[in-house]
Protein backbone atom coordinates (compact mmCIF):
# COMPACT_ATOMS: atom_id res chain seq x y z
CA UNK A 1 0.00 0.00 0.00
CA UNK A 2 2.79 2.54 1.12
CA UNK A 3 4.29 1.70 -2.80
CA UNK A 4 1.83 2.40 -4.43
CA UNK A 5 1.47 6.04 -2.51
CA UNK A 6 4.59 6.86 -3.14
CA UNK A 7 4.78 5.95 -6.86
CA UNK A 8 1.36 7.85 -7.18
CA UNK A 9 3.27 10.92 -5.49
CA UNK A 10 6.35 10.63 -7.98
CA UNK A 11 3.66 10.25 -11.12
CA UNK A 12 2.45 13.43 -9.62
CA UNK A 13 5.40 15.28 -9.31
CA UNK A 14 6.64 14.43 -12.55
CA UNK A 15 3.25 15.62 -14.47
CA UNK A 16 3.45 18.67 -12.76
CA UNK A 17 7.09 19.27 -13.92
CA UNK A 18 6.16 18.18 -17.47
CA UNK A 19 2.80 20.60 -17.06
CA UNK A 20 5.58 23.54 -15.68
CA UNK A 21 8.18 22.63 -18.39
CA UNK A 22 5.62 22.91 -21.23
CA UNK A 23 3.70 26.11 -19.24
CA UNK A 24 7.23 27.69 -19.19
CA UNK A 25 8.36 26.79 -22.73
CA UNK A 26 4.89 28.33 -23.98
CA UNK A 27 5.19 31.24 -22.18
CA UNK A 28 9.16 31.99 -23.44
CA UNK A 29 7.95 31.47 -27.01
CA UNK A 30 5.48 34.12 -26.44
CA UNK A 31 7.75 36.51 -24.92
CA UNK A 32 9.96 35.84 -28.17
CA UNK A 33 7.33 36.40 -30.70
CA UNK A 34 5.69 39.67 -28.79
CA UNK A 35 9.28 41.70 -28.14
CA UNK A 36 11.70 40.35 -30.88
CA UNK A 37 8.89 39.81 -33.63
CA UNK A 38 6.08 42.63 -33.06
CA UNK A 39 6.87 45.25 -34.65
CA UNK A 40 7.67 43.29 -38.22
CA UNK A 41 5.03 41.32 -37.76
CA UNK A 42 2.29 44.16 -36.32
CA UNK A 43 3.57 45.76 -40.09
CA UNK A 44 3.11 42.95 -41.81
CA UNK A 45 -0.50 42.41 -40.35
CA UNK A 46 -1.29 46.20 -40.82
CA UNK A 47 -0.30 45.92 -44.51
CA UNK A 48 -2.27 43.04 -45.24
CA UNK A 49 -5.41 44.22 -43.36
CA UNK A 50 -5.41 47.76 -45.03
CA UNK A 51 -5.01 46.09 -48.69
CA UNK A 52 -7.12 47.92 -51.09
CA UNK A 53 -8.50 45.58 -54.20
CA UNK A 54 -11.28 46.49 -55.88
CA UNK A 55 -13.65 42.80 -56.50
CA UNK A 56 -15.55 43.82 -59.65
CA UNK A 57 -18.94 42.14 -59.22
CA UNK A 58 -20.99 40.18 -62.58
CA UNK A 59 -23.32 41.56 -64.72
CA UNK A 60 -25.90 39.77 -65.65
CA UNK A 61 -27.08 38.70 -69.51
CA UNK A 62 -29.34 40.98 -70.95
CA UNK A 63 -31.55 39.38 -73.56
CA UNK A 64 -34.10 40.70 -76.52
CA UNK A 65 -37.81 40.96 -76.05
CA UNK A 66 -38.04 37.21 -77.09
CA UNK A 67 -35.53 36.35 -74.80
CA UNK A 68 -33.41 33.84 -77.57
CA UNK A 69 -31.12 36.94 -78.42
CA UNK A 70 -28.46 38.00 -75.82
CA UNK A 71 -27.95 41.82 -76.64
CA UNK A 72 -25.25 42.18 -74.21
CA UNK A 73 -23.40 39.94 -71.82
CA UNK A 74 -20.35 39.30 -69.21
CA UNK A 75 -17.49 37.03 -69.29
CA UNK A 76 -14.63 36.64 -66.74
CA UNK A 77 -11.33 38.08 -67.56
CA UNK A 78 -8.26 38.62 -65.36
CA UNK A 79 -6.54 41.76 -63.82
CA UNK A 80 -2.65 41.37 -63.02
CA UNK A 81 -1.33 43.72 -60.21
CA UNK A 82 2.22 43.22 -58.63
CA UNK A 83 2.76 44.06 -54.86
CA UNK A 84 6.51 45.02 -54.94
CA UNK A 85 7.02 44.95 -51.45
CA UNK A 86 6.47 40.84 -51.23
CA UNK A 87 8.59 40.31 -54.43
CA UNK A 88 11.95 39.04 -53.48
CA UNK A 89 15.17 41.80 -54.99
CA UNK A 90 16.51 38.85 -56.92
CA UNK A 91 13.52 37.88 -58.52
CA UNK A 92 12.40 41.54 -59.61
CA UNK A 93 14.16 41.61 -62.97
CA UNK A 94 13.04 37.80 -63.74
CA UNK A 95 8.96 38.97 -63.05
CA UNK A 96 9.68 42.11 -64.76
CA UNK A 97 10.61 40.17 -68.08
CA UNK A 98 8.22 37.33 -67.97
CA UNK A 99 5.24 40.18 -67.32
CA UNK A 100 6.68 42.13 -69.95
CA UNK A 101 6.51 39.17 -72.59
CA UNK A 102 3.28 37.91 -71.12
CA UNK A 103 0.89 40.72 -71.13
CA UNK A 104 3.14 42.56 -74.42
CA UNK A 105 4.06 45.43 -72.16
CA UNK A 106 7.32 47.79 -72.42
CA UNK A 107 9.97 45.69 -70.06
CA UNK A 108 11.18 49.70 -68.91
CA UNK A 109 7.95 50.51 -67.61
CA UNK A 110 6.90 47.07 -66.30
CA UNK A 111 10.53 46.99 -64.33
CA UNK A 112 9.74 50.13 -63.00
CA UNK A 113 6.02 49.46 -61.94
CA UNK A 114 7.97 46.26 -59.67
CA UNK A 115 10.52 48.12 -57.96
CA UNK A 116 8.18 50.54 -56.76
CA UNK A 117 7.46 51.23 -53.09
CA UNK A 118 3.69 50.96 -53.75
CA UNK A 119 1.27 48.32 -52.11
CA UNK A 120 -0.28 47.79 -55.43
CA UNK A 121 0.53 48.14 -59.25
CA UNK A 122 -1.40 47.50 -62.07
CA UNK A 123 -0.19 45.22 -65.02
CA UNK A 124 -2.82 44.55 -67.30
CA UNK A 125 -6.34 44.27 -67.59
CA UNK A 126 -9.01 42.47 -68.87
CA UNK A 127 -6.56 39.74 -69.58
CA UNK A 128 -8.03 36.85 -71.06
CA UNK A 129 -7.58 33.13 -69.17
CA UNK A 130 -4.85 31.70 -71.19
CA UNK A 131 -3.01 34.49 -70.54
CA UNK A 132 -3.16 34.61 -66.75
CA UNK A 133 -3.26 30.73 -66.59
CA UNK A 134 0.12 30.82 -68.29
CA UNK A 135 1.65 33.41 -65.74
CA UNK A 136 0.36 30.99 -63.00
CA UNK A 137 2.31 27.96 -64.80
CA UNK A 138 5.52 30.20 -64.62
CA UNK A 139 4.79 30.91 -61.32
CA UNK A 140 4.40 27.34 -60.13
CA UNK A 141 7.35 26.40 -61.95
CA UNK A 142 9.58 29.48 -60.06
CA UNK A 143 8.05 29.04 -56.85
CA UNK A 144 6.72 32.62 -57.15
CA UNK A 145 3.89 32.56 -54.92
CA UNK A 146 3.33 36.26 -53.46
CA UNK A 147 3.63 39.42 -54.96
CA UNK A 148 2.01 38.74 -58.19
CA UNK A 149 -1.96 38.76 -57.94
CA UNK A 150 -4.11 37.50 -60.98
CA UNK A 151 -7.50 39.02 -59.66
CA UNK A 152 -10.69 37.85 -61.44
CA UNK A 153 -12.47 40.67 -63.53
CA UNK A 154 -15.45 40.80 -65.93
CA UNK A 155 -15.55 42.45 -69.13
CA UNK A 156 -19.09 43.33 -71.37
CA UNK A 157 -19.54 41.95 -75.01
CA UNK A 158 -22.46 43.10 -76.93
CA UNK A 159 -22.82 40.50 -79.72
CA UNK A 160 -24.79 42.71 -81.80
CA UNK A 161 -22.47 46.31 -81.42
CA UNK A 162 -24.99 48.82 -81.19
CA UNK A 163 -28.27 46.95 -81.43
CA UNK A 164 -30.43 48.58 -78.54
CA UNK A 165 -27.82 50.51 -77.46
CA UNK A 166 -30.13 53.88 -76.10
CA UNK A 167 -31.96 50.81 -74.27
CA UNK A 168 -29.09 48.40 -72.68
CA UNK A 169 -26.57 51.76 -72.08
CA UNK A 170 -22.90 52.50 -72.54
CA UNK A 171 -20.16 50.66 -70.22
CA UNK A 172 -16.65 51.88 -69.91
CA UNK A 173 -13.46 49.86 -69.17
CA UNK A 174 -14.22 50.07 -65.65
CA UNK A 175 -17.57 48.67 -66.26
CA UNK A 176 -19.12 52.19 -65.08
CA UNK A 177 -22.15 52.72 -67.13
CA UNK A 178 -21.00 56.11 -69.61
CA UNK A 179 -23.41 58.92 -70.75
CA UNK A 180 -23.72 58.93 -74.14
CA UNK A 181 -25.18 62.59 -75.95
Same mark, same amino acid.
Given at each position: ? $????????? %?????????????????CKIGYIQFF????LSELAYEQQ??? %??? /???????????? @??????????????????? $????? @????????????????? *? *????? /?? %??? +??? $?? @???????????? @?????? /? +?? *???? +???? *?????????????????????????? %? /?
Amino acid at each position: M $IQTKLSTRK %RMRNLLFIGFFIFTALLCKIGYIQFFQGKELSELAYEQQTLD %RVI /NPKRGTIYDATS @KNILAQSSTVNTITVNPGN $IDKEN @KEKVAKILSEIFEVEYE *T *TLKKV /NR %RSS +IET $IA @KKVEKEKADTLR @KWMEDN /N +IS *TGIN +IDED *TKRYYPYNNLAAQVIGFCGSDNQGLD %R /N
